[in-house]
């Protein structure tokens, strides 16, 4: 069963321009992750948050946590044209067990 | 540091027979994941290895899913015998029990089933 849902499903936007992706969950966890998927790299693990955070950056890429409206957003800034991927949520609840989100399609257009 | 390995990259089967993936875990991953996911799907956890003991299987359907990790190492998922629905991709990761990146987890590039 599938933890997380992502919003929206897809995104399209223009090179340079800053793309937003929100994750709700149903049950407690102690951590959330962030992962990309393209048909080049596979599936790569972008950036982590323990639930004692509420904000967290590595580079272009900033995370928030929201544990008790149950979401994180994700917010890419200045946006690539490869950073056209699908992103996906992941929670882990206790033994490094992930539930994968359903994922949001972004694609950053010249 | 080499990746997990994967193989075969791809494979396509007749419903009813049986197919093999394997995995190489990145050295010294304790912990060792295999995959399913479905076109249009995240991931979904089948079984998780801790060495070669098994921490979850919950997910596993496990009257024609099978796996091993025998030697805690490198790993096999068998399907027998394959469903139409088992059409999907099968994706192995491995993560270390110690250290800063402790719960991230690697992924190899997969295995992409079609069964007709």
């Known amino acids: 069963s599938q933890q997380g849902e992502e919003d929206p499903q897809a995104l399209s936007i223009q090179e340079g321009e800053n793309a937003t992706m929100n994750c709700s969950y149903k049950t407690s966890i102690n951590n959330l992750q962030w992962y990309r998927q393209n048909s080049g790299r596979g599936l790569v693990h972008l950036i982590l948050?323990?639930?004692?955070?509420r904000e967290k950056h590595s580079g272009r890429l900033r995370v928030t946590l929201d544990t008790s409206k149950k979401s994180s957003s994700l917010l890419i800034t200045a946006s690539r044209a490869a950073d056209t991927a699908s992103y996906f949520c992941a929670t882990s609840g206790g033994g490094n067990k992930l539930t994968f989100g359903t994922g949001t399609q972004l694609k950053v257009e010249l | 540091e080499a990746g997990v390995a994967q193989s075969p990259r791809y494979k396509i089967i007749e419903k009813r027979q049986s197919v093999a993936f394997w995995c190489n875990p990145i050295s010294g991953h304790a912990t060792l994941y295999w995959y399913q996911q479905i076109l249009g799907q995240g991931p979904k956890l089948l079984i998780q290895?801790?060495?070669?003991?098994?921490?979850?299987d919950s997910q596993l359907p496990k009257d024609r899913f099978s796996a091993e990790r025998l030697k805690g190492v490198d790993s096999t998922l068998k399907i027998q015998p394959a469903k139409l629905e088992d059409s999907a991709v099968y994706l192995c990761?491995?993560?270390?029990?110690?250290?800063?990146?402790?719960?991230?987890?690697?992924f190899g590039p997969g295995t992409r089933l079609t069964v007709t």
């Open positions: 948050i323990r639930s004692n955070e």
């Open positions: 290895f801790q060495n070669n003991g098994v921490v979850d």
């Open positions: 990761a491995s993560s270390s029990v110690t250290g800063k990146r402790l719960y991230e987890q690697y």
